[in-house]
């Protein structure tokens, strides 16, 4: 199982992005797909998740709904929108995919697979 990240860059505070996470080398119905993200000098922490089959998305409290998780089955890709960034959102930006964990709140120790991070750079 492949996982590649991507759609980082640098943005003014306000503004958007919107990440990329093309997944390949399995069958991932029954998967837990999630974001997560490290700021430097922190623990990775998790952001949001969504059910591969059901499309049923879960998010922490900081995202306060300026973040959206989706999933195009078609295009085998998980999207996080990000939208009113603020400099705490700089960090790196990881997708990961577990099959094992049935509860939608997701652990960085948890996770099967994961993708190389992408940087998000939020600039004031």
């Known amino acids: 199982v492949q996982l590649q990240a991507s759609g980082g860059g640098v943005v003014q505070a306000g503004g958007s992005l919107r990440l990329s996470c093309v997944v390949s080398?399995?069958?991932?119905?029954?998967?837990?797909m999630g974001w997560f993200r490290q700021a430097p000098g922190k623990e990775r922490e998790f952001v949001a998740s969504i059910k591969w089959n059901s499309g049923n998305a879960y998010y922490v409290d900081f995202t306060k709904g300026r973040f959206a998780i989706s999933r195009d089955k078609a295009k085998s890709t998980v999207f996080l929108q990000m939208n009113r960034l603020n400099s705490e959102d700089t960090a790196v930006y990881y997708c990961?995919?577990?099959?094992?964990?049935?509860?939608?709140?997701?652990?960085?120790?948890?996770?099967?697979?994961w993708g190389k991070g992408t940087l998000v750079t939020v600039s004031s």
């Open positions: 080398g399995g069958t991932f119905d029954n998967y837990n």
């Open positions: 990961g995919a577990d099959a094992r964990t049935p509860a939608p709140f997701l652990t960085a120790a948890g996770m099967e697979y």
